[in-house]
């Protein structure tokens, strides 16, 4: 399963998120010139258990090398593929996550996570010389969290089956509960990093991503995440909008809800729309003119319901201004 989409509108920028997929993607740079230096480069920087555990190993690092490789560790990749999936990832999930906890809490979310993915995987691998490298781990706590802040939110996924892509919405519970139980028996398949994957590092990450989450949420906002959020609050609703019309009995026409920024309304705005209709999923370009209301319905011809004598009623959309 390749998630594509989530289906959740943020009303803030997410910022942090950004540039922390930018902070991941300068530092795999940074690593790539490392040349005949790169084993040395991830096995300082990544997170190796046995330099926390055997003696002969820790005695050649520092105490500030040994703390920087819990924080370190979770920004290094062992290549494109990995950069890419995990970038990908946090793209879909994180901003999300951020929306709700605001900017600064969600940076020390993010980090948190990710060392106590480490130590998760530490734990359970105390004798491993093998370095653990990349963000897996702290954007498993991202999607735990996720998993509890929007159960009911749609993924669009793609399911290849042989050679035929299905796209399909599915229930955030569902995908991530999937996903959480497909790092379980990875894990005891694999005995942990046997595969070179750290499952116990996701698994970790995941389960202490609701934990924190539960904590983080507790305290309040302060001056500078409500003022960042003024910054970062989004001018524009997403320009892809999911509309599901309903019809009312006879009626042949069909009723739907489009959501807009006052920025939006006055000064208009065009949006794609995506109907899903059986099988089948049109789009559209739906154009809002200046000055519209909130409760201003916007017609599109012949989009409703065929009737007895084969015409077909309208589609009219109400404009929502959030």
Request: hydrophobic share 45%.
């Amino acid at each position: 399963m390749i998630p594509l989409r989530d289906t959740t509108p943020t009303r803030n920028y997410p910022v942090v998120n950004m540039s922390l997929i930018g902070v991941n993607v300068v530092l795999f740079i940074l690593q790539l010139t490392q040349g005949s230096e790169a084993n040395r480069f991830v096995y300082i920087y990544g997170l190796v258990p046995a330099r926390y555990s055997i003696p002969q190993y820790s005695n050649y690092f520092s105490i500030f090398q040994q703390t920087l490789s819990f924080i370190s560790y979770m920004f290094l990749h062992g290549g494109f593929v990995h950069l890419l999936g995990n970038m990908w990832s946090l793209y879909i999930f994180g901003d999300n996550v951020e929306d709700r906890m605001g900017p600064l809490r969600y940076l020390c979310f993010y980090l948190l996570c990710g060392v106590a993915s480490g130590v998760s995987h530490l734990l359970l691998n105390l004798e491993s010389n093998l370095p653990t490298i990349g963000a897996s781990g702290a954007i498993a706590g991202v999607m735990g969290a996720y998993f509890i802040l929007y159960p009911r939110s749609k993924i669009l996924t793609l399911i290849p089956i042989i050679f035929i892509p299905y796209f399909v919405e599915i229930p955030a519970y569902f995908f991530l509960g999937i996903w959480f139980v497909l790092q379980f028996i990875n894990a005891a398949i694999s005995q942990g990093q046997a595969s070179g994957v750290a499952w116990w590092a996701h698994i970790g990450g995941f389960v202490f991503g609701i934990i924190f989450l539960k904590l983080l949420l507790v305290l309040p906002d302060t001056g500078w995440q409500f003022n960042i959020r003024r910054v970062t609050a989004r001018k524009k609703t997403p320009r892809l909008q999911v509309i599901r019309p309903a019809g009312l009995g006879p009626d042949p026409h069909l009723y739907g809800v489009i959501t807009i920024t006052p920025y939006e309304a006055a000064g208009g705005t065009r949006k794609l729309i995506n109907i899903p209709l059986g099988f089948r999923k049109r789009l559209l370009r739906v154009t809002v003119p200046p000055g519209v209301r909130a409760g201003s319905k916007l017609r599109l011809k012949g989009l409703g319901k065929e009737s007895g004598s084969n015409e077909r009623g309208d589609l009219y959309l109400k404009v929502a201004i959030d």
